[in-house]
């Protein structure tokens, strides 16, 4: 069964970085797109960003964009999220997510395997 077990949430000051991790089991891992999403409080989950399977094609929502960026090193079956310039309206439950497709998108249909989430709070 395939996991995925993200890392390097914290608390940081407002225009500060951070760069969260996402390992995954399984040796499928570069067969598929991922995704990160985040959920504040009191809101509905939200698609950040994703990269397709070679990493050569990602998407953005417009509201991080310039700012975040995704990678991914399929050696280390590991995507990243690396946040700049980060914002009090940033704060939120991070997860990453494992595609069904190998094309990166928004829709959280799309995506079938979660990790539990790493909190990300921004102070101002």
């Known amino acids: 069964q395939v996991q995925l077990v993200e890392s390097g949430g914290g608390l940081v000051q407002a225009g500060g970085s951070l760069r969260l991790s996402c390992v995954t089991s399984g040796r499928t891992f570069s067969w598929y797109a991922m995704g990160w999403f985040r959920q504040a409080p009191g809101k509905e989950r939200e698609f950040v960003a994703a990269?397709?399977?070679?990493?050569?094609?990602?998407e953005y929502a417009d509201s991080v964009k310039g700012r975040f960026t995704i990678s991914r090193d399929n050696a280390e079956n590991t995507v990243f999220l690396q946040m700049n310039s980060l914002k009090p309206e940033d704060t939120a439950v991070y997860y990453c997510?494992?595609?069904?497709?190998?094309?990166?998108?928004?829709?959280?249909?799309?995506?079938?395997?979660w990790g539990q989430g790493t909190q990300v709070t921004v102070s101002s």
């Open positions: 997510a494992r595609s069904r497709t190998r094309l990166p998108g928004p829709a959280q249909y799309d995506y079938d395997t």
């Open positions: 990269i397709s399977w070679s990493g050569g094609n990602t």
